[in-house]
């Protein structure tokens, strides 16, 4: 091997290197481009369950209420400023909507289906807003009027509009909430970042919660960096900056109950293209209590109340 082909085998290994460490400088943020398109499907959740049940009389009451929320949305991005906020350009392919408790009549919509094409709901697939998305994932609302003025105002369809597109829905199904706090640091695998949030909305002991984010690797794949992340939160004493004023009553209704949770979530993102994968949380709360009553018999259990809440956030590129 003559000295050129060396010189050129060691060049081209310093590019090597330098690219593959490119992998490892990848910034944890969003990189959107002008005239880039995505698809997407979202879905929220929420749901409370209650349970009580009197062992000596054999009785039993069950109770479950919650909303879900199914979105197939095309993500258009129109322009990215000096400071990499993007405005996109949001239109809606398919929407899907179930809610329901003991208080009001269960509702379902599902634009897929025939009857869903019946409903006021369905004038919905194919309109359009604008939001702004941030580097780190945040969202504002920027142009919804047409979406929002879409369905006869005050009429039940209308109503459930209203609620799908409001400011804080619309941030809610937008926004990436493991960026925001993920800084410029973060470039290899095992590094962390910590957010203090507090828990989801219709939880029914407000808590905040310390979720730590892990990057579990970032891995080349053809010309693009992705990235893993998982996450992991525990009850925290720290207070979220959105968390509301505990009550009193609140204080002395969590002391009643036994109480266990489970917060976990993961993300998969391309650094180079600054496209979500995926991304997912959930939250699983429960509260439990017993009491034997008076009449208790020996061959009978304690009468126990059992309290759940479980909270979802669920984003796919399905395109």
Known sequence: MNSQKVIAIVILG?????????????????????????????????????????????????????????????????????????????????????????????????????????????????????????????????????????????????????????????????QVLALVDAGKSIKNKGDKWISIASASEGMLIPKSFEKVYTVDGVKTQGSDKIATVSMLALPSSKRAEDMPKEEPQVSFFSKMFDEKSNYTGQMVINLTNGQIISYQEILKAEWFAAESPEEQKTDKGPDNLTMGFMSLYSIEKVD
């Open 14 to 174: 310093v590019i090597l290197s330098v690219l593959a460490g490119c992998v490892q400088n990848a910034e944890m943020k969003l990189n959107l481009s002008p005239q880039s398109q995505t698809t997407y499907r979202v879905i929220t959740e929420t749901g409370k369950d209650y349970a009580f049940v009197q062992p000596s009389i054999d009785k039993t009451k069950k109770q479950h209420s919650g909303s879900r929320v199914e979105m197939v949305f095309t993500q258009k991005i129109e322009a990215v400023n000096a400071k990499g906020d993007a405005t996109a350009d949001i239109t809606i392919k398919e929407l899907k909507y179930q809610s329901g408790s003991a208080k009001e009549e269960a509702f379902a919509f599902d634009s897929t289906t025939e009857s869903g094409k019946d409903s006021p709901l369905s004038a919905l697939i194919g309109r359009s807003y604008k939001i702004k998305i941030s580097p780190d994932g945040q969202v504002e609302p920027l142009d919804v009027q047409a979406v929002r003025s879409t369905i006869k105002a005050g009429s039940p369809a209308g109503k459930i509009a209203d609620k799908l597109f409001s400011n804080s829905e619309i941030k809610t199904r937008h």
